[in-house]
């Protein structure tokens, strides 16, 4: 009789145990995952009970999902468009807009007017035209002209601070009075008016190093009415 009490229990047990162990994890409850690089990652359990994908934390060079770099931060600024420089972005334009260097332009099919240059909204404290830059964020005007970049005809070493002017004949980004003592709006061989920008006014090389010592000389150029600094 005692046996059978011992075994009907046991039975019992059995029972609600398997009655409880659905397969189901907890909520908030993270467990370790291999990677498919061997390295090991964390999952973490949904609402409904089920585990989510693995995260690969240890390393972010071939992870099962995108871990974004915890060490980045997102650089916007003036930006309301384009890259963030973490891979995200600072926002999209409208329809029949285009992000020019941050900003959404209006560029209407036929309309002649479309600079491919940034020439609005300069950012203060930031490097002035015709200084040596890396990225267009270092620059007033956000926009850094390397080598090889569209209408680029003074400077084939280093990137130079710049913008926009006088774009395909229209009048967007004309120079002051002001402005016109210090630069001069290149004009771009092969009429290519979206790629006009703002080169340095020069007399002599020494005019040049005082804007930034890494220009060489200053020169009449393709694309140019007047001297203008050059690095060569």
């Given at each position: ?15 609600l145990l ?11 409850e993270?467990q ?15 609402a ?8 690969c934390?240890t ?8 871990v974004?770099d915890s ?13 963030d ?5 600072c ?27 940034r ?13 040596a830059?890396e990225?267009?964020r270092?620059c ?20 130079f ?27 771009v ?34 694309g ?9």
């Open positions: 009789m005692g046996r059978r009490l011992a075994l009907g229990a046991l039975t019992l047990a059995l029972g398997a009655a409880c162990d659905d397969g189901k994890c907890k909520e908030g993270s370790t995952c291999t990677c498919a690089n061997g390295n090991t990652g964390e999952r973490t359990c949904r409904d009970g089920s585990l989510a994908a693995c995260v934390v390393d972010t060079s071939t992870p099962d999902v995108f974004p060490g980045c931060v997102p650089e916007c600024g003036g930006w309301v468009c384009g890259d420089g973490c891979g995200g972005s926002g999209e334009c409208n329809p029949g807009y285009d992000c020019t260097y941050g900003l959404c332009t209006l560029c209407p099919s036929g309309s002649g007017t479309c600079c491919d240059y020439y609005t909204e300069p950012q203060t404290g930031l490097k002035k035209i015709g200084e830059c990225s267009d270092e007033e005007y956000q926009v850094c002209l390397k080598p090889g970049d569209g209408g680029n005809e003074t400077n084939s070493v280093f990137g601070c710049t913008r926009g002017c006088d774009c395909k004949g229209g009048s967007e980004g004309q120079l002051t009075p002001a402005e016109e003592a210090l630069y001069v709006c290149a004009l061989p092969g009429n290519k008016g979206g790629w006009r920008h703002v080169a340095v006014r020069c007399n002599k090389p020494e005019d040049c190093a005082a804007v930034d010592p890494g220009w060489t000389d200053c020169q009449l150029v393709d140019a009415t007047e001297k203008v600094c050059v690095a060569r």
